[in-house]
């Protein structure tokens, strides 16, 4: 028999090796022209696929945010078909430094302007934005000055205008009386989820007084107060020209800002969703509604065409489907884009300019 003998081979060109990829579920920071951003990167990126981001509300970060909805059952159909990546505004991550005194926090728009650096770090080309909020007004801002990278957006609580005079006077009148973590606890919830004390108003309550960055979502809290109006004109240069769901709960703060922000979108892209029972963050107390809203629209878009509908949805879809049937001009549903197979629709023409966007109350 042959003897063998081992033989080392130094190899004389060393393989490639390929660039570090984010580490699923890690946070990672990037430098931008207005300071540090932390993201956190749930999954691999998919083939010509956008990456879903989402950006978090004043008084929240990704976690308190979104993690209801991103946990929920349901969503993990979505998750597997997606990367997703969750922006911290700065300062709101979990263990953030506190700011210097006399820190000047960074302008809404300026937030908006460092979402380029993440996609450029991450080598990403688009992406479908979920925001609530400021979140929201910071992703529809990004999407007017980036709308080729914007593949869809879905906001929930938008006020695209800035404060007016009397809304100013009230702010500074009401910082005279109530406490940060009061004013924030009004924004981010209805009425009656406060006069009730609700066990989720008491949670995030108590998560907003004992804040250890409490200064620093102060900051954020007032450039979001500071912000610009974004002059949205239905028919004219400034609009957002991907698809878009607005989402807001009834009795919510912002129901009269979303309502007057989809008077003045493009009907023919825009799907308006008003949640029951949901009071003032759909995402936290409707989960299951908002996901099953979400799988409709990303469908519409030619994405998971292939996804089944829920027991919820088939139960839906007759009402919805009549509903449209006794009104020519609502043709634009959630519940059609599911029905498609994912395909992308094109509206019919229908004069009256607000003929293809609807009002769903589920």
Known sequence: MTELHEVQITEEKPLLVPPAQPVPGKKHSVETPYGLVTFTVHGTPKPKRPAILTYHDVGLNHQSCFEPLFHYEDMQEIVKNFVVV????????????????????????????MIPCILQYLNFTS????????????????????????????????????KGWMDWAAHKLSGLTS???????????????????????????????????????????????????LNFER?????????????????APHEDAVVECNSKLD?????????????GQPQLTQPGK????????????????SSCMTRLSRSRTASLSSAASGDGNRSRTLSQSSESGGSQQQPPSAPGGGAHTMEVSC
């Open 86 to 113: 969750h922006v911290d505004a700065p300062g709101m991550e979990e263990g953030a430094p506190l700011f210097p005194l006399g820190y000047q926090y960074p302008s809404l728009d300026q937030l908006a302007d």
């Open 127 to 162: 992406i479908i934005g979920i925001g609530v909020g400021a979140g929201a007004y910071i992703l529809a801002r990004y999407s007017l000055s980036h709308p080729d990278t914007v593949e869809g957006l879905v906001l929930i609580n938008i006020d695209p205008n800035a």
């Open 179 to 229: 406490s940060v973590p009061e004013m924030i606890l009004a924004h981010l919830f209805s009425q009656e989820e406060l006069s009730g004390c609700t066990e989720l108003v008491q949670q995030y309550k108590e998560g907003l007084i004992g804040a250890p960055n409490l200064s620093n979502i102060q900051l954020y809290w007032s450039s979001y107060n500071s912000r610009r109006d």
């Open 235 to 251: 028919g004219g240069d400034v609009t957002l020209k991907c698809p878009v769901m607005l989402v807001v709960g009834d009795q």
């Open 267 to 279: 009907p023919t892209q825009t799907s308006f969703l008003k949640m029951a029972d949901s009071g």
């Open 290 to 305: 908002l996901t099953e809203a979400f799988k409709y629209f990303v469908q519409g878009m030619g994405y998971m065409a």
